[in-house]
Structures are given as C-alpha cells and as structure tokens.
C-alpha cells in the first residue's frame, strides 16, 4: 500500500457525464500533482499545486477542473469529456522545492 | 529543447548483461534527479535518487551523475527479465516548482 491513495481504480462514463476522481496523501508532502498517461505515450503534466494553490496549469482543457481543498486532497472534476480523453490518470505527491514524487495506482479511465 | 530527454528505445539487452540507461536535461539549476521504473499498464515507482556528482549504488542498481555534462545515467547489473519495464529520468524545474519526466526508455531484457 503506498502513501498516496488515488479512487476510483477504474471509471468508464459517458461524454456527458461528471465524475471526479480523488487522490489522499498521507505522506506530509506539500505539493501534489495530476498527469496524464494515454496509451503508449509519456507522461504529461496537468497540474501543480504547492501549499494548496495552483502553481501550474500545463494549457489544460476546462472540461478537467482540479481542486485542492487541502495538503493532502487534491481532486479532479471531468466534465464533458472527449473519447481521446481516455487514459490513466495519475497522481503524486512531493515536498515542495522537489525532493522525490510518490504516485498513486492511477485511475483507469475509459469516456465512451 | 525538451527540458528532459531520454532515448524512447527500445533498448534491448539479454538476460545477466549490463543496461545503460541515459539522461539529459537543460535545466543548470536542476540539483537532483530521480529514475522511476514504470511497467506497463501500473504507475511509476522511484528507484533511485542523486544528489550528486559522481556515482550512487543501491543492489543491482548505480545512478551516475555528470552535472557539467547535465547528463544522469542509470546503469543495471546482472539484468533480468523482470527488469524490463520503461524507465522514466525526473528532474525539478521552473524554480523547483515541478517535477519534470522525460519521455522514458524501453528496457527488454531478453532470455
């Protein structure tokens, strides 16, 4: 079991449907992070937060709505997504000012 | 100029040889530099982390550091199958505000 924690495992919703997806960090890190992985591709970084504010959005698209109610919550509200928004998504954490980044499992997600 | 680069590979090496892995990076103010081990399908794990010139060994694993080059390396010994996964190279940039990963390197290890 890692230190961060990431629900559902597993999503498959409609285009127009909303959903979030929820990642916990029970490691005392400061900084968390959402990235994208679609199939057979590298990893791309969504967004940043340190101290609970957003300090980088990677031209992300609106229908991905990130939010950070604290240190170690941060979550990702889907809304209208496409089907070539089908990826793992993934979450990690760190202490700001980087030392090592921690993941979670990653969230399967599947827009049909 | 990517701000990480790695070969995508892949880099294939039979069972019990040496794997190279290599690293470049643009970012001079960059201090650290982390290997994740990703499988396919599963996150990326940390395996590694280098502070400093010179070289770090932990197991079967020695990550190499050249920060007037800026290049970092990973070097696995004895090489197994179950080595073969993608290898990710990460470094802190924009001020140390993120982490950024390269594209990553393929490894087979071949029986």
């Known amino acids: 079991e890692t230190g961060v924690t990431q629900t559902p495992r597993h999503l498959v919703m409609g285009m127009t449907n909303k959903k979030s997806l929820k990642c916990e960090q029970h490691?005392?890190?400061?900084?968390m992070y959402w990235y994208k992985q679609s199939a057979k591709k590298p990893l791309e970084l969504m967004f940043v937060?340190?101290?609970?504010?957003?300090?980088e959005n990677n031209s992300v698209p609106s229908r991905f709505s990130p939010e950070c109610p604290n240190s170690s919550h941060l979550f990702l509200h889907l809304h209208t997504l496409q089907p070539e928004d089908s990826a793992l998504y993934l979450c990690?954490?760190?202490?700001?000012?980087?030392?090592?980044?921690?993941f979670g499992q990653g969230t399967r997600l599947t827009v049909v | 100029q990517k701000e990480v680069e790695q070969n995508s590979g892949p880099l294939s090496v039979p069972e019990g040889a040496i794997a190279s892995l290599n690293c470049t990076y643009s970012?001079?103010?960059?201090?650290?530099f982390f290997w994740y081990r990703q499988y396919s399908g599963k996150s990326p794990e940390l395996i590694m982390s280098?502070?400093?010139?010179g070289d770090k060994e932990d197991g079967r694993f020695t990550a190499q550091l050249n920060k007037a080059s800026q290049y970092v390396s990973l070097l696995i010994r004895d090489s197994q199958p179950s080595d073969s996964a993608t290898y990710l190279c990460?470094?802190?940039?924009?001020?140390?505000?993120?982490?950024?990963f390269g594209t990553g390197t393929q490894l087979k290890v071949e029986l």
């Open positions: 280098i502070y400093s010139n």
């Open positions: 490691l005392g890190h400061n900084a």
């Open positions: 990460a470094a802190p940039t924009g001020g140390g505000n993120k982490l950024t």
């Open positions: 937060y340190n101290f609970k504010e957003q300090t």
């Open positions: 970012d001079r103010g960059s201090q650290s």
């Open positions: 990690a954490s760190s202490k700001k000012g980087v030392t090592e980044a921690f």
